[in-house]
């Protein structure tokens, strides 16, 4: 069982639609990152976030972190095809220095 | 700024024979952790070392894994002996943690991706 489910596994687009990523937990975090990976290549980090209700925003992406910091999303706006990739949502439990991963969203944006 | 360097990118192999894999880490990093992708299963932390001391090996799946951290620019992962279900892709990341507080990004290597015949 995954402690951090992620939700849909796998998502094929037309570009300049929006979408969203679902990451849940029944457990609290004390932050919660996002990363996507590329084929070939590691996952590489989009943003932290650490207060409950917290939003961030990088360009057309929105993070969201729950209010009771145990889900949080990804709101992609206009989606690009540069936007394709895994994206992998990673929980750190409170007073550990291990991340647990999510199950991962497979994001594909069709020209 | 090199990043995170891992070796080889890729490796295969037949079943029984041991496996090495390399891994040196962002110069200044005090955290270490390798992790291993699979379709079926996600990305799952085998271990991790702070200050080249391991930490949790929790998730090394059995005593064929092995992991070693003779200083605090590289690591290595092996498979002693290898077999087939031991295919995947590992990673080697690296982060700098404080004392205090939760887990901190991490950032990863391109992996090596592993095939056992």
């Known amino acids: 069982t995954q402690l951090l489910e992620q939700s849909p596994q796998f998502l094929s687009i037309q570009e300049g639609e929006n979408l969203t990523v679902y990451c849940n937990s029944s457990?609290?975090?004390?932050?919660l990152q996002w990363y996507r990976q590329e084929p070939g290549e590691g996952p590489v980090l989009l943003v932290t976030?650490?207060?409950?209700?917290e939003v961030k925003k990088l360009k057309r992406l929105t993070f969201q972190f729950g209010d009771a910091r145990k889900d949080s999303s990804l709101h992609i706006t206009a989606a690009q095809p540069g936007d394709t990739g895994l994206y992998l949502c990673?929980?750190?439990?409170?007073?550990?220095?291990?991340?647990?991963f999510g199950s991962g969203t497979r994001l594909q944006v069709q020209p | 700024d090199a990043g995170v360097i891992q070796s080889p990118r890729h490796e295969v192999t037949e079943m029984g024979q041991e496996v090495t894999l390399r891994c040196k880490p962002i110069?200044?990093?005090?955290?270490l952790f390798w992790y291993r992708q699979t379709m079926m299963r996600g990305l799952e932390l085998l271990i991790y070392?702070?200050?080249?001391?391991?930490?949790?090996d929790s998730g090394m799946p059995e005593d064929r894994f092995s992991a070693k951290m003779p200083n605090a620019s590289f690591s290595t992962l092996k498979i002693q002996p290898s077999e087939p279900r031991d295919s995947a892709v590992y990673f080697c990341?690296?982060?700098?943690?404080?004392?205090?507080?939760?887990?901190?990004?991490?950032?990863f290597g391109d992996g090596t991706r592993l095939s056992i015949l």
């Open positions: 457990s609290v975090f004390s932050s």
């Open positions: 990341a690296s982060s700098m943690q404080p004392w205090t507080g939760g887990a901190q990004p991490q950032h």
């Open positions: 990673a929980g750190a439990k409170p007073g550990r220095r291990a991340l647990t």
């Open positions: 070392f702070n200050n080249n001391v391991p930490i949790d």
């Open positions: 110069s200044g990093h005090n955290s």
């Open positions: 976030v650490v207060t409950g209700g």
